[in-house]
């Protein structure tokens, strides 16, 4: 594969950012400054899905920190413990089976003076339900899934194991569960050994009120591999 592929294919799925951050004294951080920045991610083949909690002093790009009592975070009751990177700071992870995670689940986010912050999300992952060989002729590629709105949209790498051209990497419409990748577009793509990628990305803010406190991402993807003829 490509080094370009592989770069792509790893972003997709690998969920720490980590940047050039340190972790400040707690008591630094004003409960109204605290940001949050939650990342969920699975992928079909894992046993587990990644829910990865930072809080960030004023707002995206601020310092990671550390919470200390009464501070503290809890997913659907369970409190999580802190974890550190040279990089990334302090934060807070956690490995749940992925059999049992799809529904509704609660973070509660416990501030310096001890009030509550709840964020809900919902963990659907989606199937692909078409079989595909190992070798595929050229024409329009129709893949069928279940788990997707009657409209939704993925993201769709597409990858050949040459330097020169271009792949296909794009957000596309599934309508009614159905993705088709016209034939014309598999110009992008040369014969031989190719690396599909499919993932839905859902992002939105977490708010008080009016005021934006955060930012919650939730992720979803999979990996197939088949000769393109």
Do not use: W
Not at 75 to 101: N, R
């Amino acid at each position: 594969m490509k080094p370009f592929s592989i770069i792509i294919s790893l972003s997709l799925f690998c969920f720490i950012a980590c940047t050039d951050t340190e972790t400040p004294h707690q008591k630094n951080a004003k409960p109204a400054e605290v940001y949050f920045d939650y990342k969920i991610r699975g992928q079909e083949n894992d046993s587990n899905v990644s829910v990865y909690l930072l809080y960030r002093a004023n707002g995206p790009s601020g310092n990671a920190i550390k919470l200390s009592d009464p501070a503290k975070v809890e997913l659907d009751g369970e409190t999580i413990a802190v974890d550190s990177a040279k990089l990334a700071g302090a934060f807070y992870d956690i490995e749940m089976p992925a059999k049992s995670f799809p529904g509704k689940h609660t973070v509660v986010f416990t501030d310096f003076e001890s009030e509550e912050h709840s964020v809900e999300f919902i963990y659907k992952p989606f199937r692909l339900k078409t079989k595909i060989p190992a070798a595929i002729n050229r024409g329009d590629l129709v893949f069928d899934f279940s788990g997707l709105a009657k409209e939704d949209y993925i993201r769709v790498i597409l990858a050949d194991t040459s330097f020169l051209s271009p792949d296909i990497h794009e957000i596309d419409t599934v309508t009614n569960n159905k993705l088709v990748i016209p034939a014309d577009k598999l110009k992008n793509v040369v014969n031989g050994p190719v690396v599909l990628l499919l993932s839905k990305e859902i992002e939105r803010p977490i708010q008080n009120n009016i005021r934006t406190r955060g930012r919650i991402s939730i992720s979803y993807g999979m990996q197939r591999e088949f000769e393109l003829r």
